[in-house]
């Protein structure tokens, strides 16, 4: 068999031709940057391909980072150079190098995409936005779904509905495909936020679309023409869902320009149509398509994981289902950590106003019976037993969060970003010239000893002091405030500005989860970190509906 592909090979002296281009450029490049600096260790690996199969290869093992940790210890630092997807690189699990890539946006550092992505996207998507416009966008994206007064007064409502319209449809399903079902419950939130559509035949059949379009991100972008393969058949579904959604956005204008809007309050193909920029209908169409997109994987994703997570960990499991001390109710001199009667009180790191509770010695062995229980203390005090969940009870979910940032720490859905360099970049005793690709790695940083002790294994309770578990004292955070080295969500002018509503979506799910279902884990199944962190059957479970919706 191996002979039949021997004539595919180029000739051996070609072939070293090749080589020797390839090695020429590397000390081209390196020459170029000794006046003012050089770039950090490394190799650039095979001919054109680099290090690319070595990365592949790597991340299909059960370790989420041993191409890193391979690189980290083999160069002794946390920033080294090396050649992916036909392009130098300069890889970083350097928290602070990441801080300054994440902070230099638009004046030392841009994204830069592959035009596969970029196609799928669609040239006017946020992603691609650049400027003064990406500004304005991202602002008004901020607004509508990062505000906490925004969710408070009507996306919670929102949620709670949504969620609990999915969950009663499973008390009959006996099992469920867990990460299917969120994607569904994700999806028609994100329609309902951004056009105001139910569910229905047209939201329906986009999320079909939808599902094929997603695939197509993480396939060889083979030719487009070739419609038979996996990017094939996600450009062909790209252009279904962008169809649909013009003929929504042209519906819409219609009833803008006759006044028939009876809608309660502004979605975001209102607020497009109403923008000083005036946005072309194939605007607004790529800006709609790529936030729908942006929603799709991440927190249907963090959903099933933190499930996955949590039925591993019984104890935190069972934590979720101890009745909490009222806020009121604690001495405020305890949050500064004084002893009382032999014992410390412990704030939870959080956004929110987080409640304490008394931890002895005893505390870490027995874990008390921690997410279960907390959600059972915030349903029973509901006057209605199938009372929708307010603003007070999503900002009592104390432990709830800590389990949410877990869950983003250890699975890392976003595991980093590519930057391109604008300019030369100085770090330290290296020089980043412009033009160079970078890669700024979240997940290296978050799966790092030197920064959360036991980094790789999931433990909530890392978020309940005032350092969570951070090895490094320079990184000590007081206050609540999580910890410098914690960007599941990017930063900059690119945060995610989905996260505080994917918080919202994933506590609220949580909530109806824990207190009126019970399941098991109906098979096996893998968690892969390539080419997303993922479980690769999408994790089945069978439940049972023991409480009313």
Not at 108 to 127: A, C, D, Q
Not at 256 to 277: C, F, G, I, N, Q
Request: hydrophobic share 40%.
């Amino acid at each position: 068999m191996a002979a039949a592909f021997i004539p595919l090979l180029p000739p051996y002296p070609f072939f070293l031709l090749l080589a020797l281009l390839a090695f020429a450029f590397v000390r081209r490049t390196t020459r170029k940057n000794a006046g003012g600096g050089k770039l950090p260790p490394g190799s650039s690996g095979l001919p054109f391909v680099g290090e690319t199969l070595r990365l592949i290869a790597a991340y299909r093992t059960d370790d989420p980072e041993p191409f890193v940790d391979d690189r980290v210890r083999r160069y002794g630092s946390r920033l080294f150079t090396t050649h992916l997807f036909g392009e130098v690189t300069v890889f970083s699990a350097d928290p602070e190098f990441n801080r300054l890539v994440l902070a230099g946006e638009g004046r030392t550092f841009e994204g830069s995409y592959p035009s596969s992505v970029s196609t799928l996207l669609g040239r006017h998507s946020l992603v691609l936005m650049k400027g003064s416009l990406h500004k304005r966008m991202h602002s008004l994206t901020l607004t509508r779904f990062a505000s906490p007064a925004v969710i408070r007064a009507s996306l919670l409502s929102d949620i709670d509905r949504v969620v609990r319209r999915n969950l009663r449809s499973w008390a009959s399903a006996g099992g469920v495909r867990l990460l299917d079902q969120t994607r569904k419950i994700t999806f028609e939130l994100t329609v309902e936020q951004l056009m105001s559509e139910g569910p229905g035949e047209w939201t329906e059949e986009l999320r079909r679309h939808y599902n094929v379009l997603i695939d197509g991100f993480f396939s060889v972008p083979f030719p487009p023409f070739l419609s038979f393969t996996t990017y094939g058949r996600a450009i062909k579904a790209r252009k279904k869902v962008a169809d649909a959604l013009m003929k929504l956005v042209k519906k819409r204008k219609e009833e803008k320009d006759m006044h028939k809007t009876r809608r309660k309050s502004k979605d975001m193909v209102d607020e497009l149509l109403e923008a000083e920029e005036g946005f072309s209908e194939e605007e607004m169409v790529d800006f709609l398509l790529a936030l729908l997109v942006s929603g799709h994987e991440t927190t249907p994703t963090i959903m099933t994981l933190a499930v996955k997570f949590l039925t591993d960990n019984p104890a935190a499991l069972a934590r979720l289902k101890v009745p909490f001390f009222s806020p009121s109710s604690i001495d405020l001199s305890l949050r500064r950590g004084k002893k009382k009667k032999n014992r410390f009180f412990l704030p939870y790191v959080s956004s929110f106003r987080c409640p304490m509770i008394p931890v002895d010695g005893s505390f870490w062995r027995n874990q008390l019976r921690l997410v279960q229980e907390e959600q059972e203390e915030i349903r029973a005090r509901k006057k209605e037993e199938e009372g929708e969940l307010e603003w007070i009870d999503y900002k009592a979910m104390a432990f709830t969060q800590c389990v949410v940032n877990e869950t983003l720490r250890v699975a890392n859905i976003i595991s980093g970003v590519f930057r391109r360099a604008v300019a030369d970049v100085h770090f330290r005793e290296y020089m980043i010239p412009k033009g160079c690709k970078v890669f700024a790695s979240f997940r290296a940083v978050h799966l790092q000893e030197d920064y959360y002790e036991n980094a790789r294994s999931f433990n909530p309770w890392r978020w309940m002091n005032n350092n969570n578990n951070n090895n490094n004292k320079k990184e000590e955070q007081q206050g609540g405030i999580a910890p410098p080295t914690f960007t599941p969500f990017g930063g900059g002018q690119r945060l995610c500005p989905g996260y505080e509503l994917g918080r919202a979506e994933v506590s609220v799910f949580l909530h109806y989860l824990t207190t009126c279902f019970s399941w098991e884990v109906a098979e096996k199944d893998k968690l892969v970190n390539f080419p997303t962190t993922r479980m690769l059957k999408g994790y089945p479970i069978n439940v049972l509906c023991h409480k009313s919706l």
